[in-house]
């Protein structure tokens, strides 16, 4: 972890206390409340609190309404993907024409594209193969002859309007 990357001593304290709450009950709420939990769950949630700060600084900002937009696409999209793939795998004769396409992002290097490409792979029927600090990607899809650039320039689009202007930028 480089200087820049590290936890800042600046973080203001409430936020501290704020996200290592939050993953506390994300603890409690995966492992339980025993007591005997309790102490793993407490360095846990510190380690993922000093591990947020370093990967996602407290200055970073998200836009609510863009990810509750992208969140209303994402979702019916990977469950219309998802029946797609199961259709085709089910098919007496499988309808699939996989292969690789390329793809120019503009997301530059860094978190954000990082981020595009982690929620990419969860998405049936395409998955990112290398995804170069350029913004060029080699996606994997299950059907070349569909349109999964137009789709992919799509959703990025949704998922530019998650960040605000600043954090576009790495």
């Known amino acids: 972890m480089t200087p820049s990357t590290a936890p800042r001593l600046g973080t203001s304290r409430s936020a501290l206390v704020l996200r290592a709450l939050g993953f506390l009950?994300?603890?409690?709420?995966?492992?339980?409340?025993?007591?005997k939990d309790w102490p793993f769950g407490l360095l846990a949630a510190a380690a993922a609190?000093?591990?947020?700060?370093?990967?996602?600084?407290?200055?970073?900002?998200?836009?609510l309404p863009g990810l509750a937009r992208f969140v209303l696409r994402f979702l019916p999209q990977a469950v219309v993907a998802g029946t797609d793939v199961a259709?085709?795998?089910?098919?007496?004769?499988?309808?699939?024409?996989?292969?690789?396409?390329?793809?120019?992002?503009?997301?530059?290097?860094?978190?954000?594209?990082?981020?595009?490409?982690?929620?990419?792979?969860?998405?049936?029927?395409?998955l990112p193969v290398s995804c170069q600090a350029s913004g060029a990607m080699l996606i994997h899809c299950l059907d070349t002859e569909m349109q999964v650039a137009a789709e992919l320039a799509a959703d990025?689009?949704?998922?530019?309007?998650?960040l605000p202007e600043r954090g576009r930028h790495g």
């Open 49 to 63: 609190t000093w591990a947020s700060v370093a990967l996602w600084p407290p200055d970073s900002r998200l836009s």
């Open 87 to 126: 259709r085709r795998a089910m098919a007496p004769r499988i309808a699939l024409k996989p292969g690789l396409i390329d793809y120019q992002a503009t997301l530059p290097a860094g978190l954000a594209q990082g981020a595009m490409c982690a929620v990419m792979s969860l998405q049936p029927g395409k």
């Open 156 to 162: 990025e689009a949704a998922f530019l309007r998650i």
């Open 25 to 35: 009950a994300l603890w409690l709420a995966l492992i339980g409340t025993a007591a």
